[in-house]
């Protein structure tokens, strides 16, 4: 029943194959989640009474019990004896809200990733502010975790700004202690090797040289894979550049109608006004959660002359939101902070043009 894997591979396979989590199972088998970590380890082996439990749990038919209570009481160690079985556990926060669209995306991030044997071991997520670089990427890690059972682990880097805070970041995220931390980056590596993983470091395009201490990663662990959000490329070698679109209509009209529909109570929203609202937002999701919020004060009608007029008309987000996103007009002034002084001044001429320009008309405008 175990085939050539250890007990606590096999667990963790089938707790995953039911998707649950590990404190889940915990709670259905009536055990501390501890328990089923160090278990599904093969770190100790459970109880007569809570094989049982577990049997019951992952399904096994009652003919099958006493076997499976002896395969479980009797553990096997590692059958190569290469060390100890992997132990990185899956860290990627749970969507409060459903995700939209991008079926055609997520099929070419899977073909294109080297979890489900594709080529790219490094592939950005690119993309403008708001456009869904960090959902998408979440979700693309979350499905290729689910089917190449690999484990993936989200390093949110937003709030960091130098190259060397990545690998305690990493390290932090794996929930590694990596003792001497005069050489973290021999300890987060010993740890990375022990199996496969996925990381997906989110934020990275105010950090200088972050491509180069990505690559190095990648360069001593050969089973690790990296899912990258930036509004622009690392220019890392090996890097594959996933520029990721707006949303499509359909997607657009899905996402005002899911977060605008607890706030409209028995009103109902015109498909083509939304429609409308959505192409005036030019189908970025950030601007479209903000501009759903807005149907408690409005109509959708009223919401599209409004967005017409002027950004500032979609308010702020949820309080609790990262401080980048809470307004469209904070989103723009992020990106526009990280740029230098000479570069904003440019940005700033360009502001005359209504739905972009050409190198040679910047160039007009744009005093020597
Ligand atoms: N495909 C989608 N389905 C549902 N919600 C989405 C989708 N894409 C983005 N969002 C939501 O829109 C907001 C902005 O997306 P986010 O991923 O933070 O953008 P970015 O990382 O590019 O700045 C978030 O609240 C996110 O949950
Ligand atoms: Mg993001």
Redesign the pocket.
């Known amino acids: 029943m175990v085939d050539r894997r250890t007990f606590g591979m096999w667990a963790r396979g089938r707790r995953r194959a039911l998707d649950l989590t590990q404190h889940q199972m915990a709670e259905l088998v009536g055990c501390a989640t501890v328990t089923i970590r160090k278990i599904e380890a093969d770190e100790r082996r459970p109880s007569k009474v809570m094989a049982m439990q577990f049997a019951k749990v992952l399904g096994i038919d009652a003919g099958d019990f006493d076997g499976f209570v002896a395969a479980a009481r009797g553990f096997r160690a590692p059958a190569t004896g290469v060390g100890a079985p992997h132990e990185i556990e899956a860290r990627l926060p749970v ?1 409060l ?6 079926e055609g995306e997520l099929d070419e991030l899977e073909r294109t990733c080297s979890v489900a044997g594709g080529p790219a071991r490094l592939i950005t997520v690119i ?11 979440l ?1 693309a890690a979350s499905r290729l975790a689910g089917r190449y059972d690999t484990p993936a682990v989200l390093v949110q880097l937003a709030h960091r700004s130098a190259a060397e805070e990545i690998v305690p970041a990493v390290a932090a995220a794996l929930g590694a202690d990596l003792g001497d931390v005069r050489d973290e980056r021999t300890s987060l590596i010993a740890r990375i090797r022990t199996g496969p993983l996925l990381l997906v470091l ?2 990275l395009e105010q950090i200088q040289g972050a491509g180069q201490v990505v690559a190095d990663l990648l360069e001593t662990c050969d089973s690790l894979s990296c899912l990258v ?1 930036s509004r622009r490329p690392l220019l890392a070698y090996g890097e594959h550049e996933f520029e ?1 679109a707006p ?1 499509t209509e359909p ?1 657009a009209v899905q ?1 005002f109608i ?1 977060r605008s529909s607890a706030l409209l109570r028995n009103r109902i929203a015109d498909h083509d006004e939304v429609a409308a609202v959505c192409r005036l937002l030019d189908g970025l ?2 601007a ?2 903000l501009a759903a919020r807005r149907v408690r004060d409005h109509s959708v009608a009223e919401l599209r002359e409004r967005i017409g007029s002027s950004l500032s008309a979609l308010g702020s ?1 949820p309080l609790d ?2 401080g980048r ?1 809470a307004t469209m007009e904070a ?1 723009v002034a992020w990106s526009h902070h990280l740029l230098d002084q000479a570069t904003q001044s440019v940005a700033r001429h360009a502001a005359v043009f209504r739905g972009g320009f050409t190198a040679d008309a910047l160039a007009a405008v744009v005093p020597a």
């Open positions: 969507a809200t459903r995700f939209v669209g991008r993309g403008p502010p708001g456009v869904g670089k960090t959902r998408f990427a979700e989110d934020n959000t990721l949303l997607a996402l899911d999701p950030l479209i959660e987000g939101r990262d996103h989103t």
